[in-house]
T-cell receptor
Framework: NAGVTQTPKFQVLKTGQSMTLQCAQD?????MYWYRQDPGMGLRLIYY???????DKGEVPNGYNVSRLNKREFSLRLESAAPSQTSVYFC???????????FGSGTRLTVV | KNQVEQSPQSLIILEGKNCTLQ??????????LRWYKQDTGRGPVSLTI?????NTKSNGRYTATLDADTKQSSLHITASQLSDSASYIC?????????????FGTGTRLQVTL
């Protein structure tokens, strides 16, 4: 049972480059989330998808776009990467608001 | 502003000893409070979830308490092991109808040594 799988695990981008972070879950969860984690700060919500076909902005959506491709997959795209987007990105999912979230192992992104 | 504050920021204890981590929050309206364990280089893993009516919940050697009146929670680790070395994150949830909104603390970094 893989849970939440994120790819890639590490990435280095030059300023202005684009890339897509992939996330897939095999637990049949409806809701999926993208967070970023920066030193000295709690995880911050970038975008979320409460169910297949819907997406909504979180706390820090600027510079990102998302796609809920199907119930399993939720991708995060950086159209023009900036050094301020250097961070560790986590995808998460859950089956209901009162249940624990399952997190992926993260993507460590460095923008130079 | 919704906030979750944790103390201490970091803690070093000897293997076999107990420790208690603190969490104060100002999130409103409150739905539930969660404790997560995050190993270095990994995603957070859920330890406990407590609703308003629960004041204690255990998961093995981990026991969480919640005082919803004072908006405080603690995580007690009994008979610590080297594998307990990790960051422990307190998270408070608000239900928004279609999805929950989480406010994360910055975590307590625990190191267990021989």
């Amino acid at each position: 049972n893989a849970g939440v799988t994120q790819t890639p695990k590490f990435q280095v981008l030059k300023t202005g480059q684009s890339m897509t972070l992939q996330c897939a879950q095999d637990m049949n969860h409806n809701s999926m989330y993208w967070y970023r984690q920066d030193p000295g700060m709690g995880l911050r919500l970038i975008y979320y998808s409460a169910s297949e076909g819907t997406t909504d902005k979180g706390e820090v959506p600027n510079g990102y776009n998302v796609s809920r491709l199907n119930k399993r997959e939720f991708s995060l795209r950086l159209e023009s990467a900036a050094p301020s987007q250097t961070s560790v990105y986590f995808c998460a999912s859950h089956r209901g608001a009162d249940y624990g979230y399952t997190f992926g192992s993260g993507t460590r992104l460095t923008v130079v | 502003k919704n906030q979750v504050e944790q103390s201490p920021q970091s803690l070093i204890i000897l293997e076999g000893k107990n420790c208690t981590l603190q969490c104060n929050y100002t999130v409103s309206p409150f739905s539930n409070l969660r404790w997560y364990k995050q190993d270095t280089g990994r995603g957070p893993v859920s330890l406990t979830i407590m609703t308003f009516s629960e004041n204690t919940k255990s998961n093995g050697r981990y026991t969480a308490t919640l005082d919803a009146d004072t908006k405080q929670s603690s995580l007690h680790i009994t008979a610590s092991q080297l594998s307990d070395s990790a960051s422990y994150i307190c998270v408070v949830a608000q239900n928004t109808g279609t999805a929950s909104k989480l406010t994360f603390g910055t975590g307590t970094r625990l190191q267990v040594t021989l």
